[in-house]
Each structure stands twice: as structure tokens, then as C-alpha cells.
């Protein structure tokens, strides 16, 4: 392309080279017909005289072609080299490529985006949810506040102890019942021996009388079934209006009653379900340390209108068994530790904890039983008569309703006119 607009442009300057010598003929003053230009055609003057008057613009117009021209020839250059350049380019990216690599590249580059346009769809769809996963999120933190606001408002209240304990203290209930406490209820007690207060139920009656409550079964609510950390340490529930049942633990019934010079008198308290009330005493109560698996003694039965039961019970099987069913020397056994005299185990038999010897006449940590009255299929895998037992008064397929077992110093058990007056002042047994 290029060459042809350099020979159009050549001709053109033939063409004023030619002119140039007409108008020197012009200046000549002559003009000689040519036949060459045919009979009908304008003589040789005629075109002199026509390019002498138009020769000034046509002069012009070449110039401003000429100029074009060579404007053009300038930016056909350019053009020129950038083809070159791009040819060049080709080759060398042609030389360092695979065949067919803007093909490939190309429809790589378009499965790419669909691939990204499909991510950002999924993406889109990802960010909705999780846009509504923060909406909910935040109703549920919105709820929570209101909770923390609710929870913090409570909070800044300060707590109330339902549970009222009274202020007093001493070694035993007798000894805070000797400082002037009448009301029944908690207390802390710190016998002699023992190296910190723990708390216990005093039963405070009106003749002064302070008893310290070491059992109290009432409607079944707590488990007898337990083992020796727990008869050791005590459980159940203590409360100040005595309506909860619990055992108090055989290590403070053993500082209780080892603590003092005094003898200790061991008042047990029965009801059956009739609500008839009956009781018996043993004074110089003692329970033994852990070592000797705590032990209980006493000196002898005291009185009561229950009978004797832990002096054993001759049931008519056998000649023995009033010896092997009495309770006075005999250590404390439970399910997981057998200290009876039984070549079985009688606690673990039974399911409670008690000094039991081959087994029992007296039962006072036995099974619950609703109505009192059980039998041997009652009774379980063992079939043994393992109620709330105290057989001198009911037989041992009764099992009572309420027992207590309290502790007073011997020196107080008869105040308030003997014995009588302990009947009179039943605790809290029976009443309900
Ligand atoms: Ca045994």
C-alpha cells in the first residue's frame, strides 16, 4: 500500500514540472498550434491561458496535498512500525507458548469466570444465610442481655439465709440449753474432744431439758441404704423446725458421748402408725472411735415404756438368738464394711447401717415401709426382716413410723418431775 502513494505522489510532481514550463512559454509571447491534441480540443495556447489562470490555486492545493501526503506518509510509518512491533511481539509470545495458547488461554479465562460467576452466586446465596444467621443470633444475644440484665438485678439483692441457726454455742445442747437457750431449733456444738463446731438439732424443752438429736426418721423422704463414710460423716437433712429426717454421723455421736464425764443418756423415741408413742432409755450411752469401728455401749436400760430390745429378743426359733440379736458391746457395721457377728453380712442383708450382731432385735435405721407392716417378700432379695424394727413393742415385721434417737446428760434426764415428764414432752414426735 505504501508504495503506490509514493508513485501517485511522484506523478504529481511531474505533473508541476510540466506546468512550470508552460508558463515559461507564457512570458514567451508566442503560441504554436500542436495538432496533437486533436481538432476539437483547446489549442496549446488555450491551456496555457488556463493554467496561467488557475495556477496560483492549483499551486496551493498541491502544496497543501503535498503536505497531507507527507503527513500521511509520517503516520503510515508509525502504523508500520507498530505492526512490526506487534508482529514481533506474535512470534516471540508464539515461541515461549504452547500451540494454540490464546485459544486455550482464552477459553481457560472463560471457564474460569463462569467457575467465579457460579462462586459468587454460591457465595451470595452463603452470605444471605449467614446474614440471617446474624439477625437471629442477634435477637437471641438481645434475649440473653435482658436475661443478664434480669439475672444481675437479683443478684444485687443480698442473699437471705432461709435457714435460721441460733447464736449460741456450746459442748453439747444440754450445755447451750444451760445458757439460757429455750427455743428448739439449729445450733453449733464444739464437745470437748472435738477439733471444730459442727451443727446439730437441739430439742429444748420447757423444763430446761436440752437434747441433742443424733437420728430422726419420719416419712421415709431420706435413704437409710448408705455406706460407712456416710453413717460415719452423717446425711439426711437438718432443719429448724425438725421435719426432716437424717443421721448425724457416727464420728460427733462418738465426741459427744466420749467427750463428757457426765453419763449420757440415750432417749429413744418411737410412734407407730397408729400413733401410739412409746420410749426407752439407756444411760452411760457410748460410741466408740472409728478404730474400734464405732462401738456402742451402755450401762444399762434406764426405763421407758418400749421395752428392752437392745438387750436381744428370743424370737422361739432358737435358744440363742436373744444372745445373738442383743446390740450392747456390738460395733457398727454397714454394706461395705462387715464388723457383725454373722458369718454373713447383716447391714449389707438389710440395707442400712447399725451395731448389729447376728443380726438385730432393735432396727431403728431399716427400711421404710408405708403402713408398717411387711413381709418377707417385702423385704427383697434377702427376704430378712429389715424394717424400722424395736421388737419388744411391735414384732420385727413391723416397721414403725417415726423414731428418734436424742442424747442428754444423766444428770438432766429427770428433771421436770422424771420420767413422766419426758413422756409429756414428746419432742415433736407423733404430732404430724
Ligand atoms: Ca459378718
Known amino acids: 500500500m505504501a508504495p503506490s502513494l509514493f508513485a501517485a505522489a511522484g506523478g504529481l510532481l511531474l505533473l508541476i514540472a510540466f506546468s512550470s514550463a508552460q508558463t515559461r512559454g507564457d512570458n514567451l509571447g508566442t503560441c504554436v498550434p500542436n495538432d496533437a491534441f486533436g481538432k476539437y480540443c483547446p489549442t496549446t495556447c488555450g491551456v496555457a491561458d488556463y493554467l496561467y ?10 502544496d497543501d496535498m503535498q503536505r497531507e501526503l507527507e503527513t500521511i506518509t509520517n503516520l503510515t510509518t508509525g502504523a ?93 445442747c444440754q450445755d447451750i440449753a444451760n445458757k439460757g437457750a429455750t427455743t428448739s431449733g439449729l445450733y453449733y456444738v464444739k464437745p470437748a474432744k472435738a477439733t471444730e463446731q459442727f451443727l446439730v438439732y437441739c430439742e429444748i424443752d420447757s423444763f430446761g431439758r436440752g437434747f441433742t438429736v443424733m437420728q430422726r426418721r419420719r416419712d421415709g423422704s431420706v435413704d437409710f441404704k448408705k455406706n460407712w463414710v456416710q453413717y460415719k460423716q452423717g446425711f439426711g437433712y437438718l432443719s429448724p423446725d425438725d421435719t426432716t429426717e437424717f443421721w448425724l454421723g457416727n464420728e460427733k455421736v462418738h465426741l459427744l458421748t466420749a467427750s463428757s464425764t457426765i453419763p449420757t443418756v440415750l432417749r429413744i423415741e418411737l410412734v407407730d402408725w397408729d400413733g401410739n408413742k412409746r420410749y426407752a432409755d439407756y444411760t452411760m ?38 444372745f445373738y440379736t ?66 419388744t413393742w411391735h414384732n420385727r415385721w413391723y416397721s414403725l413410723k417415726e423414731t428418734t434417737m436424742k442424747l442428754i446428760p444423766l444428770s438432766r434426764i429427770t428433771a421436770g418431775g422424771g420420767q413422766q415428764a419426758g413422756v409429756k414432752q414428746f419432742g415433736g414426735l407423733g404430732d404430724s
Not at 53 to 62: A, E, I, W
Not at 111 to 130: M, S, Y
Not at 340 to 348: E, T
Request: aromatic content about 12%.
Open 53 to 62: 489562470t488557475y495556477m496560483p490555486g492549483v499551486n496551493k492545493d498541491l
Open 80 to 172: 508500520e512500525e507498530t505492526i512490526v512491533y506487534m508482529k514481533d511481539s506474535t512470534t516471540s509470545a508464539q515461541k515461549t507458548s504452547q500451540p494454540d495458547p490464546y485459544f486455550k488461554k482464552s477459553t481457560n479465562m472463560l471457564d474460569d469466570v463462569l467457575r467465579f460467576e457460579k462462586t459468587i452466586i454460591a457465595q451470595e446465596q452463603q452470605i444471605f444465610e449467614l446474614q440471617t444467621l446474624i439477625a437471629s443470633n442477634e435477637r437471641r444475644m438481645a434475649d440473653l442481655k435482658q436475661m443478664s440484665i434480669e439475672l444481675q438485678q437479683k443478684c444485687t439483692e443480698p442473699c437471705k439465709d432461709t435457714v435460721e441457726i441460733q447464736t449460741t454455742t456450746g459442748t453439747d
Open 285 to 322: 450411752f457410748r460410741v466408740g472411735s472409728e478404730a474400734d469401728m464405732y462401738r456402742m455401749t451402755y450401762g444399762y436400760y434406764f426405763g421407758g415404756d418400749a421395752g428392752d430390745a437392745f438387750d436381744g429378743f428370743d424370737f422361739g426359733d432358737d435358744p440363742s438368738d436373744k
Open 326 to 391: 442383743s446390740h450392747n458391746g456390738m460395733q457398727f457395721s454397714t454394706g461395705d464394711k462387715d464388723n457383725d457377728k454373722y458369718d454373713g453380712n447383716c447391714a449389707l442383708q438389710d440395707g442400712s447401717g447399725w451395731w448389729m450382731n447376728r443380726c438385730h432385735a432393735a432396727h431403728l435405721n431399716g427400711r421404710y415401709y408405708q403402713g408398717g407392716r411387711y413381709t418377707e417378700k417385702d423385704a427383697g432379695e434377702y427376704g430378712y426382716d429389715n424394717g424400722i424394727i424395736w421388737v
